[in-house]
Each structure stands twice: as C-alpha cells, then as structure tokens.
C-alpha cells in the first residue's frame, strides 16, 4: 500500500492548473474490452480496436490546455507509463464503476483540484470544448453531465465530492442518467447537462462515427481492418 500511495504522490507533482480531466482507460487486453462487439469480433480484433480508441482519446485531450491530464487505468501501471510517458496516472479502485470514479474524485479533490471532470476512453472524436465548456460550469454548479445516446454519460464533472452520487445506480443500464439526476436532486446538487454524444460501444455506434467521421485513428483502423462488419 506505501508503494501504491508514492506512485500515486508522484503523478500529481506536475498539478499546473486548478481543473483535472481523467480519462477512464483499460490496458487493451483480448476478452476484457468492447466485449459487446464478440461476437462478430475476436477478442483481440476489439482489443485491437480498443487500442486505437484509447490512443486517439487521450491524444486528442493532451491538446486541451485548460486542464492537467491524468489517466485513471485499469491493468499494468507500467504499461500505461511506457505508452503515454509524462502523463499523471492513478490507479482505479473499487468494485464497480460507482466506486472508481468516486474514489477518482476523491483523490483528485484531496490535491487541490476545484474543477474535476472524468471522461471514458471511447470517444475518440469527443471535441476539446466540450470539457472545456463543462470545466467553466463548474465554477457555478455542483455537477456537470455530458447524456449519452445509450442512457448513460460520456462526462461527468464536478466542483466538489459528494460521494452518494454514486451509490445505488444501475451501471450499465439505460437508465444511469435518470437515476443519477434523481440522486442529485435528491442531494440538492445544482447541475448543467451538455449535449448529447455518445460511446462507441456497438455497431451502430461505429457506423455513424465513420459517416460524421473522415479522418483519424479509429476511423483508419475501421475501414482498414474491420470494413466487412460495416455498412461502409
């Protein structure tokens, strides 16, 4: 636990700026990512397709200069640091999604952070000003929701931690947005929704990224290698 404590110490000595945006990220590993695109893909066919995700994501967000940047991952420490060397990282802990971003919070909040905002990492063509806009947000509201198409959120931002945001909230269910809305009511948390984007989670969702999408990482890597599972 000391180890684990100094490692993350030391992610956090770079802090430049008083808003934080952490990327939700797993090492792309065949059989524990975009499990909902197998079949028709092999395991490592959607880890392949992962990487590219995670690697546009996280090279696009380096370009937002409102923010420090930090990675909360999910698998090797040392994979993650060789990959994207002179980033934050923290490791993610807890049981279910709830309990990691609630603890991402936490920490970060417990650094110094005012404005803190969390993204997953299959939104490769998310625009900058979308964080952006919720990281000014924040500095009159309690809670900032960016809705996903699928019932969820892509973004979650917040001026200061109230952990029973999280608790008792059907994870990966289309009702994750109501219920969280419900709990800040509930809480008396004054929030701000942006508009709608969404995960790329299935088919669909790939489809309409690469008919609003003609360059980039992901969308090389789809019409190069995955095509035939695509309408076009």
């Not at 590993?29 to 079949?39: I, Y």
Request: charged share 25%; aromatic share 10%; glycine share 8%.
């Amino acid at each position: 636990m000391d180890n684990l404590v100094e490692t993350v110490d030391k992610s956090y000595k770079k802090q430049t700026k008083k808003a934080i945006l952490g990327i939700f990220v797993k090492q792309p590993l065949p059989g524990q990512v975009k499990t909902r695109l197998c079949p028709p893909l092999r395991p490592e066919q959607a880890a392949d397709l992962y990487l590219q995700l995670l690697t546009e994501t996280v090279d696009r967000m380096q370009q937002g200069d409102a923010y420090d940047l930090t990675l909360c991952f999910d698998g090797e420490r040392q994979w993650f640091a060789s990959r994207f060397p002179g980033l934050g990282l923290c490791p993610q802990r807890g049981n279910d999604l709830g309990q990691r971003m609630s603890t991402a919070f936490s920490e970060f909040f417990s650094k110094g952070y005012q404005r803190v905002v969390l993204i997953g990492s299959d939104s490769p063509d998310l625009p900058i000003e979308r964080v952006a806009e919720a990281i000014n947000l924040l500095s009159s509201v309690d809670l900032v929701l960016g809705p996903a198409t699928d019932g969820g959120y892509y973004l979650i931002g917040k001026s200061h931690h109230v952990p029973q945001l999280f608790e008792n909230i059907p994870w990966s269910s289309d009702s994750v947005l109501t219920r969280t809305l419900q709990k800040a009511a509930d809480l008396h948390l004054s929030n701000r929704q942006l508009d709608v984007w969404e995960d790329l989670d299935d088919f669909d969702a790939l489809q309409r990224y690469l008919e609003r999408t003609t360059e980039g990482r992901t969308a090389g890597y789809l019409r190069k290698h995955l095509s035939r599972f695509l309408a076009g």
